[in-house]
Protein backbone atom coordinates (compact mmCIF):
# COMPACT_ATOMS: atom_id res chain seq x y z
CA UNK A 1 0.00 0.00 0.00
CA UNK A 2 1.46 3.04 -1.14
CA UNK A 3 0.44 6.48 0.91
CA UNK A 4 0.51 10.13 -0.22
CA UNK A 5 1.22 12.49 1.85
CA UNK A 6 0.56 16.92 0.56
CA UNK A 7 2.28 19.40 2.59
CA UNK A 8 2.97 23.22 1.75
CA UNK A 9 -0.79 25.09 0.80
CA UNK A 10 -2.20 27.84 1.80
CA UNK A 11 -3.10 31.65 0.69
CA UNK A 12 -0.73 33.50 -1.11
CA UNK A 13 -1.57 37.00 -3.26
CA UNK A 14 -1.74 37.55 -6.58
CA UNK A 15 1.72 37.07 -8.11
CA UNK A 16 3.56 35.16 -5.85
CA UNK A 17 4.91 31.19 -5.09
CA UNK A 18 4.16 28.32 -3.57
CA UNK A 19 6.50 25.14 -3.39
CA UNK A 20 4.00 22.16 -2.87
CA UNK A 21 5.63 18.81 -1.73
CA UNK A 22 4.26 15.17 -1.94
CA UNK A 23 5.58 12.42 0.43
CA UNK A 24 4.97 9.10 -0.41
CA UNK A 25 5.43 5.99 1.89
CA UNK A 26 5.06 2.27 1.62
CA UNK A 27 6.06 -0.02 -1.04
CA UNK A 28 6.34 2.45 -4.18
CA UNK A 29 5.91 0.58 -7.51
CA UNK A 30 8.49 1.31 -10.15
CA UNK A 31 8.44 2.53 -12.80
CA UNK A 32 5.47 5.03 -11.65
CA UNK A 33 4.48 8.77 -12.71
CA UNK A 34 4.01 10.80 -10.00
CA UNK A 35 1.50 14.23 -10.58
CA UNK A 36 -0.14 16.90 -9.54
CA UNK A 37 -3.71 17.40 -10.40
CA UNK A 38 -5.89 20.19 -9.29
CA UNK A 39 -9.74 20.45 -8.58
CA UNK A 40 -11.46 24.17 -8.39
CA UNK A 41 -15.09 24.70 -7.04
CA UNK A 42 -17.47 23.49 -9.36
CA UNK A 43 -14.92 21.88 -11.68
CA UNK A 44 -13.62 18.61 -12.78
CA UNK A 45 -10.32 17.60 -11.59
CA UNK A 46 -7.09 17.56 -14.08
CA UNK A 47 -3.78 17.57 -14.42
CA UNK A 48 -1.07 20.38 -13.29
CA UNK A 49 1.95 18.41 -13.85
CA UNK A 50 3.48 14.88 -13.82
CA UNK A 51 7.19 13.15 -13.97
CA UNK A 52 7.57 9.83 -14.22
CA UNK A 53 10.81 7.78 -12.62
CA UNK A 54 12.55 8.72 -16.06
CA UNK A 55 12.31 11.90 -15.65
CA UNK A 56 9.93 12.65 -18.86
CA UNK A 57 7.66 15.57 -17.86
CA UNK A 58 4.18 17.01 -18.55
CA UNK A 59 2.44 20.32 -18.38
CA UNK A 60 -1.15 21.82 -18.81
CA UNK A 61 -0.65 24.01 -20.82
CA UNK A 62 -2.20 26.75 -18.29
CA UNK A 63 0.94 26.42 -16.30
CA UNK A 64 3.42 25.71 -18.59
CA UNK A 65 6.51 28.82 -17.86
CA UNK A 66 5.10 29.36 -14.18
CA UNK A 67 5.38 26.09 -12.15
CA UNK A 68 8.09 23.30 -12.52
CA UNK A 69 7.95 19.47 -11.53
CA UNK A 70 10.08 17.86 -9.90
CA UNK A 71 10.87 14.09 -8.21
CA UNK A 72 13.36 12.67 -5.97
CA UNK A 73 13.14 8.75 -6.17
CA UNK A 74 15.60 8.16 -3.72
CA UNK A 75 13.77 10.55 -1.00
CA UNK A 76 10.01 9.53 -2.42
CA UNK A 77 9.12 13.00 -2.86
CA UNK A 78 7.46 15.14 -5.46
CA UNK A 79 7.87 18.92 -5.23
CA UNK A 80 5.54 21.62 -7.53
CA UNK A 81 7.45 24.93 -7.86
CA UNK A 82 4.36 26.99 -8.58
CA UNK A 83 5.53 30.84 -9.22
CA UNK A 84 3.42 33.83 -10.94
CA UNK A 85 0.25 32.69 -9.08
CA UNK A 86 -3.20 33.70 -10.16
CA UNK A 87 -6.42 33.83 -8.63
CA UNK A 88 -7.45 31.11 -11.06
CA UNK A 89 -4.91 28.64 -9.86
CA UNK A 90 -6.64 28.66 -6.74
CA UNK A 91 -7.80 24.76 -6.04
CA UNK A 92 -7.14 22.12 -4.29
CA UNK A 93 -4.30 20.10 -5.11
CA UNK A 94 -3.95 16.58 -5.19
CA UNK A 95 -0.96 13.83 -5.75
CA UNK A 96 -1.30 11.00 -7.73
CA UNK A 97 0.92 7.83 -8.10
CA UNK A 98 0.27 5.61 -11.24
CA UNK A 99 2.28 2.37 -12.51
CA UNK A 100 0.74 -0.48 -13.87
CA UNK A 101 -2.13 -1.90 -11.65
CA UNK A 102 -2.25 0.85 -8.96
CA UNK A 103 -3.54 4.03 -8.56
CA UNK A 104 -2.89 6.14 -5.77
CA UNK A 105 -3.70 9.52 -4.54
CA UNK A 106 -3.41 12.21 -1.78
CA UNK A 107 -6.14 14.14 0.20
CA UNK A 108 -5.43 16.83 -1.05
CA UNK A 109 -4.19 20.54 -0.25
CA UNK A 110 -5.82 23.82 -0.49
CA UNK A 111 -4.06 26.35 -2.52
CA UNK A 112 -5.47 29.52 -2.46
CA UNK A 113 -4.40 32.86 -4.20
CA UNK A 114 -6.02 36.34 -3.45
CA UNK A 115 -6.63 38.83 -6.46
Known amino acids: QVQLVESGGGLVQNGGSLRLSCAAS????????MGWYRQAPGKQRALVAQMSTGGTTNYADSVKGRFTVSRDNTKKMLDLQMNSLKPEDTAVYYC?????????WGKGILVTVSP
Open 96 to 104: RLRAPGSDY
Open 26 to 33: GTIPSPNI
